[in-house]
């Protein structure tokens, strides 16, 4: 690996370790029928799978569905969460007011919803939406509040000094300030959101996209289309993270001098 | 322009009272320099505070421009201790910042801001970002951060003393030029004698918490001074036996801690 000058190349490599290990067991596995065939299907019958339904346009269809049930929510989670989160971080006695209410909801799997909000909302894409929401809010508002309640206090003072009023403070010192601790968030609640949604798109299949993929499948016992499914959210996942929210984390937190 | 008359301050904790300053009265005239000097804890940051309209005495009177200070204004500008800078705007971003609510057109400001960029000479690294400064320049921005709304009082709380010796050396004379050039009247809170007899036409010695005034020094010497010469030296000695004096007789629990510092504040939206 020390040959290796490329630091990227070095990092995409040693990164890959893992995976490589996992598709030669696999492959083991499936040489040596540790079990049955029609359990665990071959690698390389998988990929000719997700070949076919890459190129018939099955998987962008699919992806097309979820991201309609996660986007409009996650977007709606984001707005609520940070306003909510600075409200809640700058109001002591509206903090005080719905910390314990936000605790017990906190515990609670997003997905345990389901049931009651079906029982308003019906086997519907609100139900859905209900569910993301819920998931990717819990999470980004917890991150707002901490980086509200950790911007520099003497910051404020700087602003007071010349007057400015509370609503430009929040605008010009609080929102800004916080925002590495935002991101963080809005970084965790993507996460906890994508999870949430194949988990409520197994339950409530109507709308479904890849978690209705998934869960069809094993009826079948088309056991490829499982792995393909579970593949294509960790690929979603796995970009989502690398290309996107790590780029934006980094480019924020090195101009705010956290890392140089 | 500014009268303390018989100003004090508590805190109450726990039904207990906190006493940090006790009736402390001075008057300072228009375009002096100031120096407030004590121990470290001894209250001296929260006197400054209270001339910043931050908190309110417990006790006493302050009379700014024959006005009682009630809240912060533009008029009294702080320079803190550790720059309080913002580190998501650029050195210019950051002096505009203090234009933030005055009506100058985008032109004036930027001619204004461009100014006391210059002054403090950092033409340079205009456009930088905070991080990539060093603590003796992030404290020039804030100085020229302070100086851009033209405010009659400058309150300086320690600037220099998170600066390595040999910036602080040099940072204290730019401050003394800023002041010849600019005029301003200055109250400038250092724990450093040397810092105090370089810069001030009047030293206030404070005692350890509660603050009271110990001792009263006017200086008179012709700028630039020299710190070796045998008036100052004198008066440096006598300076550091009353601190010495007080530094034998105080505890832990007589100094105002940060985290005291902090509740006291208790900086609210």
Avoid at chain 2, 135 to 143: A, F, L, T, Y
Wanted: with cysteine; net charge positive; glycine share 6%.
């Amino acid at each position: 690996m020390r040959y290796i000058k490329n630091k990227n190349i070095k990092n995409i490599l040693l990164g890959s370790i893992p995976f490589v290990f996992l598709i030669v067991l696999w492959q083991l596995i499936y040489v040596f029928q540790w079990v049955p065939h029609w359990m665990l299907p071959s690698p390389l019958l998988v990929l000719k799978e997700f070949y076919k339904l890459l190129i018939d346009g099955t998987l962008f269809r699919l992806l097309f569905i979820s991201m309609k049930n996660a986007i409009p929510a996650f977007i709606l989670a984001l707005i609520t969460s940070i306003l909510l989160g600075i409200l809640i971080g700058v109001n002591k006695t509206f903090r005080k007011i719905i910390s314990p209410f936000l605790g017990a909801i906190y515990l609670v799997p997003s997905l345990a919803w389901i049931p009651f909000i079906i029982l308003f909302f019906g086997f519907t894409r609100e139900t859905i939406w209900i569910v993301i929401f819920i998931s990717a809010f819990m999470k980004m508002i917890y991150s707002t509040i901490s980086g509200v309640r950790n911007v520099n206090p003497n910051w404020i003072l700087a602003a007071k000094n010349i007057g400015l009023s509370k609503f430009k403070i929040i605008l010009k010192v609080i929102l800004p300030g916080a925002l590495p601790e935002i991101m963080t968030g809005i970084r965790l609640g993507f996460g906890s959101a994508w999870r949430s949604l194949v988990g409520a798109e197994m339950l409530i299949s109507i709308f479904g996209g890849l978690g209705k993929f998934i869960w069809t499948a094993q009826w079948t016992f088309s056991f490829d289309k499982v792995l393909i499914g579970i593949f294509l959210i960790a690929i979603i996942g796995l970009i989502m993270e690398e290309l996107v929210f790590k780029k934006i984390e980094k480019a924020t937190l090195v101009k705010w001098g956290n890392i140089s | 322009m500014l009268d303390l008359k018989n100003v004090s301050m508590s805190f109450f904790e726990n039904n207990s009272e906190f006493k940090i300053i006790d009736d402390i009265s001075f008057s300072v005239k228009d375009g002096e320099f100031i120096c407030i000097l004590g121990p470290s804890g001894c209250g001296k940051t929260i006197l400054l505070y209270l001339l910043a309209g931050f908190l309110k005495q417990t006790k006493g009177k302050i009379l700014f421009l024959d006005k009682e200070i009630i809240a912060p204004s533009p008029e009294r500008m702080m320079v803190f201790q550790n720059y309080v800078l913002f580190p998501w705007r650029t050195v210019s971003e950051n002096i505009s910042f203090a234009l933030e609510n005055s009506n100058l057109s985008k032109k004036e400001k930027e001619k204004t801001v461009n100014k006391y960029i210059s002054l403090v000479g950092l033409d340079y690294f205009k456009e930088w970002n905070i991080h990539k400064l060093s603590g003796g320049m992030q404290q020039r921005v804030s100085i020229a951060r302070a100086l851009v709304v033209d405010p009659k009082l400058l309150l300086m709380d320690e600037p220099l003393s998170a600066l390595d010796n040999q910036y602080r050396k040099h940072l204290r004379e730019e401050i003394e030029k800023i002041w010849l050039k600019t005029k301003k009247t200055v109250i400038f809170v250092t724990h450093s004698i040397n810092e105090a007899l370089y810069l001030a036409d009047r030293i206030y010695l404070l005692s350890p918490r509660p603050a009271k005034i110990k001792k009263i020094y006017n200086l008179k010497h012709k700028r630039p001074r020299k710190l070796n010469s045998l008036e100052i030296i004198k008066l440096r000695e006598d300076i550091e036996k009353e601190m010495k004096e007080d530094f034998i007789k105080t505890k832990e629990s007589d100094f105002v801690s940060n985290d005291m510092e902090n509740k006291i504040l208790n900086v609210k939206l």
